[in-house]
């Protein structure tokens, strides 16, 4: 079986299948911050310390990315392989609101203040044959993990 | 009185431009700009110009004259026109020069606008998150949410524009469609479709600037910059490509620079005769009517049915066709809302001369990654 990569490094990490989003937070002010950076523009401190964000949320806003996007940078499937897919914003409770793909693209079932949890998501296969993935976001109790991930 | 006022423009017509690049359409809308106000480019005492894709704007001294003079590129998003007249104006308020030249100009590929993520792997591209038009369909998701407003009135500012746009010989898109036209169109980023949005294209605006106390040697009928301001985000405000946004909230860079600007020429929203807002997409200009002040937030859905927007409304809003009947060469974007205004307050607008015998004209320009730029400019 494939080896499973993630997109790139430092973005989450994937433990049994399932995706932490990796993000900072003020120690000055406690903002968070998603992905990880130093300097925060909030209150201006440049102290941060690295926080794993919650793994659920709400929708905030969505749409639907019906075409496809140019490859490069898009690694996904296009072309005639092509999958439209959600995009949207989920507000992590007290902590930020984080932009990601939604495993649900028909407009009939996404409603702003659902319930959403973090997943993995299949991009492609790179040069290496490694199976790419990112994270995205699945409404509640309709996911599961993606089998035989490396951790 | 201000202390700026413009008193040449030139303009490249605007669309798909085969044969013709993007900085020779700039050098096209410099001469026109020259020819208008009788002056030669050895006139121009300094220059500021922007582009994206079409190369480094000051590198067009070759061809239009090699005369020495300071000439700065800006470059800042969707907002590189606004910015570079900003900064033209700025030169000549300071005193360091007396008159001198603002230039946006582009060519994009066909599309939406490839966007390049950092060096290495490129989590956010990679993903099939690096796209404006996502950004557009979900501020306007929500917007409808908070505010009522329906996917008819999207339909509506679509179908104006390209209305406006059919009276406008420099437009791309001269075609008007019908409101159900639009709404039947493929849909790109729901709730937005294929007319909602403005597509990236080509053209080119240049404009004269001089000190106020100076115009009229240059032409009879000068028109005074009452304020240019440009402002970014601020913590909190919601814009396009951001993996992430605070849950505290702020107005966005466009309600500040509409404040500002206010603030500088002494007048409010009521005072406005005719105003370009940028309209990236159908939504876009129906947000932007409230951040920039001209309404209420969701009093649009009663402005629209009731034509205020309209050439002949209480209120005309992007009388030329704005970004959906001219596209967005994203450095001469900014600029064309100018020209334009300028027309509108001359009187030479022609068919789209909008009624109200209009003495001040309001321009809004919004890009990535959260700039706006506002001008007011009257007669």
Request: proline share 5%.
């Amino acid at each position: 079986m494939a080896t499973m990569v993630a997109v790139a490094d430092g973005i989450f990490s994937i433990d049994n299948g399932s995706p932490t989003l990796l993000g900072s937070r003020c120690t000055n002010c406690g903002n968070h911050m998603f992905p990880r950076q130093s300097g925060c523009p909030k209150c201006m401190f440049n102290t941060q310390e690295d926080v794993e964000l919650a793994t659920t949320g709400t929708l905030w806003t969505w749409t639907v990315q019906a075409f496809p996007p140019k490859a490069p940078p898009y690694l996904g499937p296009i072309g005639d392989d092509f999958v439209p897919y959600g995009v949207g914003y989920v507000e992590l409770d007290g902590q930020i609101r984080v932009e990601g793909r939604l495993t649900e693209s028909d407009p009939a079932k996404l409603v702003i203040g659902m319930e959403m949890e973090l997943v993995l998501e299949h991009l492609g296969v790179d040069d290496d044959g490694n199976d790419v993935v990112t994270y995205a976001f699945a409404p509640v109790a309709s996911t599961g993990t993606i089998e035989g991930a490396a951790s | 009185m201000s202390n700026v006022a413009i008193v040449g423009i030139g303009m490249h017509e605007f669309g798909r431009n085969d044969g013709i690049s993007g900085m020779d359409q700039g050098v096209v809308a410099v001469r026109r700009a020259l020819a208008d106000c009788g002056q030669q480019w050895s006139d121009m005492q300094f220059a500021v110009g922007g582009s994206m894709d079409g190369g480094a704007a000051d590198t067009m001294v070759s061809r239009v004259g090699l005369t020495g003079l300071p000439f700065t590129n800006v470059v800042n998003g969707c907002a590189t026109g606004g910015t570079a007249l900003a900064q033209a104006v700025n030169t000549i308020e300071s005193g360091a020069a007396d008159i001198g030249m603002a230039i946006g100009f582009d060519k994009h590929e066909p599309g939406s606008f490839r966007i390049k993520g950092p060096r290495g792997k490129d989590w956010y591209g990679g993903s099939g998150l690096a796209l404006t038009t996502q950004f557009f369909g979900m501020k306007i998701t929500r917007y409808m949410h908070e505010y009522g407003i329906t996917q008819a009135s999207l339909a509506k500012v679509a179908s104006k524009a390209f209305r406006n746009g059919a009276l406008n010989p420099m437009a791309w898109r001269r075609k008007p469609l019908s409101e159900q036209e639009v709404l039947d169109s493929l849909m790109l980023s729901y709730p937005l479709t294929q007319y909602m949005f403005c597509s990236p294209g080509e053209g080119g605006v240049a404009m004269i600037l001089c000190r106020a106390d100076k115009a009229k040697e240059y032409t009879d009928r000068p028109i005074y910059l009452q304020a240019a301001a440009v402002r970014t985000r601020k913590f909190g405000s919601f814009e396009v490509l951001a993996p992430s946004i605070a849950i505290e909230h702020d107005p966005g860079p466009t309600s500040a620079a509409s404040k500002a600007a206010f603030e500088m020429a002494g007048i409010g929203p009521r005072d406005i005769d005719v105003a370009q807002l940028q309209d990236t997409e159908a939504g876009a200009e129906i947000m932007h009517m409230a951040e920039n002040g001209f309404c209420e937030h969701g009093e649009q859905e009663h402005m629209l049915a009731n034509g205020e927007t309209e050439i002949n409304g209480r209120l005309p809003v992007n009388t030329d066709g704005g970004c959906l009947a001219n596209g967005e060469p994203i450095g001469a974007s900014g600029l064309r809302q100018v020209y334009e205004n300028v027309l509108q307050l001359r009187g030479d607008a022609g068919e789209r001369q909008v009624p109200n015998d209009p003495k001040v004209a309001y321009t809004h320009v919004y890009g990535a990654p959260g700039i706006s730029g506002v001008t007011i400019l009257s007669r």
